[in-house]
Every structure is written in C-alpha cells, then in structure tokens.
C-alpha cells in the first residue's frame, strides 16, 4: 500500500500564493505517475497537474503559467506552487498516486487538504 499526506493548505486572498506538498511512504515502487486534483463542492474531481517519474509534466489549461509540479524523489514528496490563485479555485485538493504493475493501474489518495481563495 502506498499512503500520502497532503500538507499546506489554507485560506488565502485572491491573487495569493500557496505551496503544497504530498509526501508519500509505504510500498512506493512502481509509481509511474503522480499528481494533484481538486475538486469544489457540486463538482467533479479534476486534475491540476501531474508529473511522471520520467521528469514529464502535465497541466490543466486553467492553471497553466501560474502552478507548478515539481518533485523532490529523495524525500519522496511532490509539491505544488500554486500563484496568483482565484476564488473559484477554493476546493479541497487531493494527492494521487499511480502504480502500473503486470498491466494494471492502482490509484492512491490522500486525505485531501482544503484550500480556499477568498478576501
């Protein structure tokens, strides 16, 4: 089993910065991927950004220029810059883990830590 603790969130006024991180233990080999979603009351859970263990990194179009993913595989942590943040941006975010082994895939999820953007 592999578990992940998000930490960081907070509220935060509009045009604010927060920085996010997941650390993650347990049975982590074969993570092929890891990433951050969001998801706000009444709506479906999304995907923010995601980095590969290749190095490769994907966006939603939303928060591209102002989020970063980034990793940091000593400390088995992967963090998320989030810049100049909006109010339709407050939800709770959630660290996800993807393990690819003998041609399946197993998602892992945090608890969620709640982020809101509001003055």
């Known amino acids: 089993q592999v578990q992940l603790v998000e930490s960081g969130g907070g509220l935060v006024q509009p045009g604010g910065s927060l920085r996010l991180s997941c650390a993650a233990s347990?049975?982590?080999?074969?993570?092929?991927?890891m990433g951050w979603y969001r998801q706000a009351p009444g709506k479906q859970r999304e995907l923010v950004a995601a980095?590969?263990?290749?190095?490769?990194?994907n966006y939603a179009d939303s928060v591209k220029g102002r989020f970063t993913i980034s990793r940091d595989n000593a400390k088995n942590t992967v963090y998320l810059q989030m810049n100049s943040l909006k109010p339709e941006e407050t939800a709770v975010y959630y660290c996800?883990?993807?393990?690819?082994?003998?041609?399946?895939?197993?998602?892992?999820w945090g608890q969620g830590t709640q982020v809101t953007v509001s003055s």
């Open positions: 996800n883990a993807e393990k690819r082994l003998w041609g399946d895939t197993h998602d892992y």
């Open positions: 980095i590969t263990s290749g190095g490769s990194t």
């Open positions: 347990g049975s982590i080999f074969s993570i092929n991927a």
